[in-house]
């Protein structure tokens, strides 16, 4: 499976990344279990103050990948 989030902690900071950056970071099922997962893990994060989500590429997120859902 490809990976769909990343995560880097610095300071107390969870960076969370979508990385889908082909698909301007569409959210399909994959990415909403390791969207899920990842939120699951940073609440047991010690020290984790802040997390800021962004995407990879020149897009945040372009919504719903209507193609993997379709499917």
Known sequence: MEKRV????SDGIA???L??????NALDAAMFDALVATS???AHEKGVRAVV????G???CAGLDMGRFAA
């Open 40 to 42: 699951e893990r940073l």
């Open 53 to 56: 989500l962004s995407g990879e």
């Open 58 to 60: 020149r897009s945040f």
């Open 19 to 24: 990385v889908r950056a082909d698909t301007m």
């Open 6 to 9: 990343s995560v880097t902690i």
């Open 15 to 17: 960076d969370v990344r």
